[in-house]
Nanobody, 122 residues
Framework: QVQLVEYGGGLVQAGGSLRLSCAAS????????MGWFRQAPGKEREFVAT????????DYLDTVKGRFTISRDNAKNTVFLQMNSLKPEDTAVYYC???????????????WGQGTQVTVSS
């Protein structure tokens, strides 16, 4: 069992930055693909970014490429999402997830955090 907790959400003006962290407990994340997803009010949950267990492969939602960066520190059992040049349309609850298979599909991830709210004002 993996327990995930997200940190770092908040309110920021458009053009600003936030750094989300996802800390794991009870089990090492070293062999898990990690992903970030988000869900805005009235919308379905969508993929944002993913990183392989080694950190050697990453993938992003097209609309966040060049603005968001996913990274991980396996020694600290933590995954990060650096978000720059934020836009109002980035407003959502952001979730981190862990799974055994690299990919962008939510149902391939077995473990989920409780989510952290990110609000970008215009």
């Amino acid at each position: 069992q993996v327990q995930l907790v997200e940190y770092g959400g908040g309110l920021v003006q458009a053009g600003g930055s936030l750094r989300l962290s996802c800390a794991a407990s009870k089990r090492s994340l070293n062999f898990y693909t990690m992903g970030w997803f988000r869900q805005a009010p009235g919308k379905e949950r969508e993929f944002v970014a993913t990183i392989s267990y080694s950190g050697g492969s990453t993938d992003y939602l097209d609309t966040v490429k060049g603005r968001f960066t996913i990274s991980r520190d396996n020694a600290k059992n933590t995954v990060f999402l650096q978000m720059n040049s934020l836009k109002p349309e980035d407003t959502a609850v952001y979730y981190c997830a862990a799974g055994p298979v690299y990919g962008v599909i939510a149902n391939r991830y077995n473990y989920w955090g409780q989510g952290t709210q990110v609000t970008v004002s215009s």
